[in-house]
């Protein structure tokens, strides 16, 4: 089936630096996409989403790419802040999937001072 | 404003009992979404409710799992008779009407022996 993946499954980045968590597609149909992030023992919390029509998205401190050729995502954060310590799951949502999201297994960000 | 809350926080029964998992969605929203998460998988999609409708039910694994949402606000979803393989963190999320962000509770953790 189809599916949302990530390459990496865990990214340990120094204090104050940029990160960037990869994020695969296989669903070209796909029209919406989102990045969560999850802390110990909460909810996925959305970051940023970004639309097919639409190659780059900024937010505060973070930008999320998108190239639809290669069917990849990224999410950029800029600046990591212990704060920033979480796992971040991608997801796609099907043109008409009213927020049936389809989501990748997800990347543990590690910040260390 | 209060957020999706969830309860329990965390069951543990044998395998064989029932459990009643319930989520009370923002106030006003439409839309409510039940996700899950067993060990070490993706976060996946088990149905959607637009009021007191199912609009989706295309993720419930199997007939032993029965969603609810009477009256258009709170949901319940009960598992009865519970497996093994249905350990893992059951998440609600509601959106406003349309496609809109999802705001997700903070899940309510089953464990089956």
């Known amino acids: 089936g189809e599916s949302v993946g990530l390459h990496l499954p865990t990214l340990s980045v120094q204090e104050g630096d940029n990160s960037i968590i990869n994020c695969a597609y296989s669903?070209?149909?796909?029209?919406?996409f989102i990045w969560y992030k999850q802390e110990s023992g909460k909810g996925p919390q959305f970051i940023i989403d970004i639309r097919s029509n639409m190659d780059k998205r900024q937010g505060q401190r973070v930008t999320v790419l998108l190239n639809k050729t290669v069917k990849h995502l990224s999410l950029q954060i800029a600046a990591t802040q212990p704060g920033d310590s979480a796992v971040y799951f991608c997801?796609?949502?099907?043109?008409?999937?009213?927020?049936?999201?389809?989501f990748g297994a997800g990347t543990r960000l590690a910040v260390h001072p | 404003e209060a957020g999706v809350t969830q309860f329990p926080s965390h069951s543990v029964i044998e395998k064989g009992q029932t459990v009643t998992l319930r989520c009370d969605p923002i106030?006003?929203?439409?839309?409510l979404y039940w996700y899950r998460r067993v060990m070490g998988k993706e976060i996946k999609f088990l149905l959607h409710f637009v009021k007191e409708s199912k609009q989706d039910e295309s993720g419930m694994p199997n007939n032993r799992f029965l969603a609810e949402r009477t009256g258009g606000t709170y949901s319940t979803l009960k598992v009865q008779p519970a497996e093994l393989e249905d350990s893992g963190v059951y998440f609600c999320?509601?959106?406003?009407?349309?496609?809109?962000?999802?705001?997700f509770g903070e899940g309510s953790r089953l464990t089956v022996l």
């Open positions: 997801a796609e949502t099907p043109v008409g999937g009213y927020n049936k999201l389809i």
């Open positions: 106030s006003g929203h439409d839309n």
């Open positions: 999320a509601s959106s406003q009407a349309g496609v809109g962000e999802l705001f």
């Open positions: 669903n070209s149909a796909s029209d919406y």
